[in-house]
């Protein structure tokens, strides 16, 4: 691996000047849903070749084939930290945060980096303190985030800047999906409830995945269980003992790739915590999401210093209903809750045609470098 790395690393270096003006950076394939719309409408409108790095060997993008995208494949260590630190380009797109607050720096040379997002989440709850502050230009999902990095730039002394109406191109590849369904669909008669948290030490799954589990399967439902990619990688001891008690069984299911969209698309209703995933899911289908209400996910401590409600906490009652830990005894009858859906353009930008805006952009934020 270490000669492939290196191998890629010289075949990127060799790309002309002028060929590489433009570089997507993903850290895999659950990114790509994020990128993809933007690079097909890039390539459309660019007049040179864009390059795309990615550390996941599995990543979607890698066999993405277009005359213009020039692909190299990287490792999440050493190749990656230095192309970063070296590189000589005039555009970097990422959804990755934290920008020169750990391994991954700035480069050496004048790079405009753009953030695009990879959840409708707020920007200072969820995300660490400063996750943002090296970005010169923040593709924002909706007003919630224009108001948070005005904020946090007011309250920290930070540099302005460019703020871009995007969108969230998830949510217009689940509906765009969701339009292609059969409307004669056979409905289960089973009600088919998908498992969908965030991760860490207080989540569902780490804490009380089995019981929420054991719950549905005795009433009778169909469960996808589909935890978030960090749970698998740091905490699959808290997957496993479920797998061994109900992977035979044909009610339920396991799914570790979070870049598909089947379980959302067959899915009734999903349980949630705090992760980004429940409103992908009631804005980009119109059902409902079950709140276990365990503490907030809180990686940013000063978050209040931005006097702003996180867009997570305060949209919930709208899209779903809230249980206590202590109360899944009623778990099975809040399913069955009727939630009216409400509307996607209400509180996201650009809603089915992302992609375009965000092109434009790039090349605008090019056009001035």
């Keep these: 691996m270490f000669f492939n790395h290196l191998k890629a690393l010289f075949r990127f270096l060799q790309v002309p000047r002028g060929s590489r003006q433009i570089v997507f950076y993903s850290e895999g394939k659950n990114y790509w849903v994020h990128l993809e719309g933007i690079i097909r409408e890039t390539l459309k409108l660019s007049n040179s070749s864009v390059c795309y790095i990615s550390s996941g060997k599995d990543d979607p993008g890698l066999s993405f084939e277009h005359e213009k995208l020039l692909t190299f494949k990287t490792d999440e260590g050493v190749f990656r930290n230095w192309i970063f630190e070296n590189l000589d380009a005039d555009v970097m797109v990422m959804t990755m945060p934290d920008l020169n607050q750990f391994q991954v720096k700035r480069s050496k040379k004048p790079v405009h980096y753009v953030y695009v997002q990879h959840s409708l989440v707020s920007l200072h709850m969820i995300y660490r303190s400063g996750a943002f502050d090296y970005f010169d230009t923040i593709f924002c999902s909706?007003?919630?985030?224009?108001?948070?990095?005005?904020?946090?730039?007011?309250?920290?002394?930070?540099?302005?800047?460019?703020?871009?109406?995007?969108?969230?191109?998830?949510?217009?590849?689940?509906?765009?999906?969701?339009?292609?369904?059969?409307?004669?669909?056979?409905?289960?008669?089973?009600?088919?409830?998908?498992?969908?948290?965030?991760?860490?030490?207080?989540?569902?799954?780490?804490?009380?995945?089995?019981?929420?589990?054991?719950?549905l399967m005795a009433a009778g439902y169909r469960v996808t269980l589909r935890p978030h990619p960090q749970t698998t990688k740091f905490s699959f001891d808290t997957i496993k003992p479920i797998l061994d008690k109900y992977q035979?069984?044909?009610?339920?299911?396991?799914?570790?790739?979070?870049?598909?969209?089947?379980?959302?698309?067959?899915?009734?209703?999903?349980?949630?915590?705090?992760?980004?995933?429940?409103?992908?899911?009631?804005?980009?289908?119109?059902?409902?999401?079950?709140?276990?209400?365990?503490?907030?996910?809180?990686?940013?401590?000063?978050?209040?210093?931005?006097?702003?409600?996180?867009?997570?906490?305060?949209?919930?009652?709208?899209?779903?209903?809230?249980?206590?830990?202590?109360?899944l005894g009623n778990l099975t009858t809040l399913l069955d809750s009727e939630i009216k859906p409400i509307s996607a353009s209400d509180y996201v930008y650009n809603v089915g045609g992302s992609s375009r805006i965000g092109a434009e952009a790039i090349m605008e934020i090019l056009e001035q470098s």
């Design 142 to 215: 909706g007003e919630h985030h224009i108001k948070e990095v005005r904020a946090m730039e007011k309250v920290y002394g930070l540099r302005e800047k460019k703020l871009v109406r995007h969108g969230y191109g998830r949510l217009d590849s689940i509906i765009s999906e969701s339009a292609k369904l059969p409307t004669n669909q056979k409905i289960s008669e089973r009600k088919h409830v998908l498992i969908a948290p965030t991760w860490g030490p207080h989540c569902i799954i780490e804490t009380m995945g089995m019981e929420v589990v054991d719950i």
């Design 248 to 327: 035979s069984d044909d009610r339920f299911s396991y799914e570790a790739n979070v870049a598909g969209q089947e379980s959302l698309l067959d899915s009734d209703v999903m349980i949630c915590d705090w992760s980004g995933a429940a409103l992908d899911y009631a804005f980009g289908l119109g059902k409902p999401v079950l709140f276990i209400d365990i503490p907030r996910k809180v990686n940013n401590s000063e978050y209040t210093k931005i006097d702003i409600e996180p867009f997570e906490s305060s949209i919930r009652n709208k899209i779903g209903v809230i249980i206590k830990p202590d109360e």
